[in-house]
């Protein structure tokens, strides 16, 4: 008689997650299911379903080849629930289990659900993670501010990486300044390493298809590595071909080359099939081999030991209510070219298309394309918040609600970033190649045909004085738009009022 359940959810596919850690492999049983309840609280892209499906599928076959008993639940089992609780409470009943030993869930949604079930539910700390959320609170205790590099030090001394006895590898803490760098067209930079689905993947990419085809996003070519072996794969091929190039481009944007030196990691260390530890290892011993210069090492552990884990701590510390933040009192609704409507900015038509396609966009695509237009348009945060969670292969609310309140949107008032992340199109121009095939002008400052991101970028300044032009990093914007000629200022909010009366009428701006 089985008297205890243990829950394994999509995104905790690692034998060394807590619950299956302390659980007995004679006696539990291991619950896994495919529920309509997660597969729909976000409008998830297909590629992210079917992803998350094949890999709980591949994972489950390994726990039982290991010796443990799983009950499996598929998506269109007859028998299903539909939501986690309900299918603990019919596996209790079926097999007379009393309680339930789970590893905290990365969102609070589900955290509130499972501690609401009539069964008795212990959380163990989710401990895949660098540092622990006991720890970050720990640390973020009598700081009057928290930010990302003082934090990232911090781990860098306590966990050795690019350490050079109690100093920084390469004399520097952060090489940022270094990698800033536009990218131009390289016939020789290696591609990504596509895994064509094999025939559990194919049986999941029939179902998505049927279910979840009217979903924001294309299905096939899917090209995601779905099992632990695949994703070291993954990684072994970018530590050999992009490590090297990542520090250099990691800012760039290419229309004919999504990728760039960008690892592609993301899904997999967020699924589990990774560990943020063995990923940064990997980086670190890189380096010490003096195969890949230091900017891209530290550029690139930086991103997991510091960014990751601090939008972890955050997203812990600040509650289940950080999603609803809007100290901007932004209220627009998210324009349809989210969603694939047609836009003549070329910038976002690049970014969504990629979206699209690929369920993929890399750091500064979200951050300073899509993020930074939502921003300057005063989109409501929690619709743009929505749309990340949904249409992202590596989208779980832990990780991305920081980077979209937050970083991305100021919604939470500077929890997260110092500053908003805005910019007008010189930035993109600098920083990509999408601006001489687009309909507007990236020189145009004001006019019919200025681009929008110009006009936007001070119509944003100028809604926010007030809470902005204190903060000694923005001081000087506000300098130069008071040193502008009278007439120029007027065009450019005009025409700012003009683009976003367009936007609201549904124009296809
Ligand atoms: P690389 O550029 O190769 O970076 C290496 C790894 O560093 C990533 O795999 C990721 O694990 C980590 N990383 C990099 N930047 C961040 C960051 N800002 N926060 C946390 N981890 C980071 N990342 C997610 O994993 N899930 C999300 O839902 C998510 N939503 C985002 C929403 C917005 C608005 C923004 C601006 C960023 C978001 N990010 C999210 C962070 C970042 O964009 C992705 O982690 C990255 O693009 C993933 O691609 P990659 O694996 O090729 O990353
Ligand atoms: C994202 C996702 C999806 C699409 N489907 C499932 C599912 O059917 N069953 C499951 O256990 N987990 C799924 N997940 C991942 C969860 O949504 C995730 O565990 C929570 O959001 C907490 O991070
Ligand atoms: Fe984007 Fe402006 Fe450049 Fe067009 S001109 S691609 S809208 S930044």
């Given amino acids: ?4 359940l243990i829950l394994v959810l999509g995104d905790q596919l690692t034998p060394d997650v807590a619950a299956l850690r302390q659980a007995d492999k004679a006696r539990d049983l291991v619950v896994m299911a495919e529920v309509m309840a997660e597969a729909s609280y976000a409008r998830h892209h297909p590629q992210k379903i079917a992803l998350v499906f094949a890999a709980m599928r591949k994972f489950a076959a390994h726990l039982a080849a290991q010796g443990w008993t799983v009950a499996y639940t598929r998506l269109d089992d007859p028998e299903n629930s539909q939501s986690i609780g309900g299918e603990l409470l019919r596996r209790a009943a079926e097999r007379g289990a009393s309680e339930v030993l789970a590893t905290a ?3 609070w949604r589900l955290i509130l659900a499972l501690n609401d079930l009539p069964l008795p539910v212990t959380l163990l700390p989710d401990d ?5 959320a006991a720890e970050f609170a720990a640390w973020a205790r009598d700081r009057r501010q928290l930010r990302m590099e003082f934090f990232y030090r911090e781990m860098r001394r306590r966990t050795g990486l690019l350490m050079e006895g109690d100093k920084p590898a390469g004399g520097q803490w952060n090489f940022d300044h270094d990698n800033r760098r536009p990218a ?4 020789f930079r290696t591609p990504p390493p596509r895994f064509a689905p094999d025939a559990v993947t194919a049986e999941v990419l029939d179902l998505v298809a049927a279910r979840f085809g009217t979903n924001f996003g294309v299905l096939h070519p899917f090209e995601w590595a779905t099992d632990r072996a695949g994703a070291l794969r993954a990684l072994d091929h970018f530590i050999d071909h992009s490590l090297a190039g990542f520090g250099d481009t990691q800012d760039a944007m290419l229309a004919g080359d999504p990728v760039l030196a960008h690892s592609l990691l993301s899904p997999y260390l967020n699924l589990g099939l990774l560990s943020p530890r063995e990923v940064c290892d990997r980086a670190d011993a890189a380096f010490r081999a003096g195969l890949v210069p230091v900017n891209s090492a530290e550029g690139f552990i930086r991103q997991i030991l510091g960014w ?3 939008m972890r701590g955050i997203y812990f510390l600040e509650g289940p209510g950080y999603t609803r933040r809007n100290v901007l009192a932004h209220s627009r609704a998210l324009p349809p070219l989210y969603w694939g409507g047609p836009t003549r900015m070329a910038c976002l038509s690049h970014v969504v298309g990629q979206t699209r396609d690929m369920a993929y966009a890399h750091h500064i695509q979200r ?3 899509t993020g930074n237009f939502a921003l300057l348009a005063g989109v409501d945060p929690f619709q743009v918040h929505e749309w990340y969670l949904a249409v992202y292969i590596d989208a779980f609310e832990w990780v991305e609600a920081p980077n979209t309140i937050g970083m991305s949107q100021f919604a939470d008032g500077g929890v997260v970033a110092s500053k908003p992340y805005v910019s007008s199109g010189a930035y993109i121009n600098r920083m990509s190649d999408y601006c001489g095939g687009c309909a507007y002008d990236v020189a145009q400052k004001s006019g019919p045909g200025a681009c929008p991101f110009n006009l936007l970028y001070w119509h944003f300044l100028l ?3 007030t809470r902005f ?5 923005m001081a000087q914007m506000y300098r130069t738009w008071d040193r502008m000629d009278e007439t120029r200022r007027t065009a450019v909010l005009a025409g700012a009022d003009a683009f976003l009366a367009r936007l609201d009428a549904g124009e296809a701006v």
Wanted: glycine share 4%; net charge positive; proline share 10%.
């Fill in 367 to 369: 951050l300073m394309v």
């Fill in 128 to 132: 895949r993670f660098l540092c622990s």
């Fill in 469 to 473: 032009a204190q903060n000694p990093r």
């Fill in 184 to 187: 131009t067209p390289d016939l």
């Fill in 105 to 107: 869930p990365g969102e």
């Fill in 308 to 310: 990751r884990e601090f």
């Fill in 463 to 465: 809604r926010h004085r």
């Fill in 1 to 4: 008689m089985v008297t205890r």
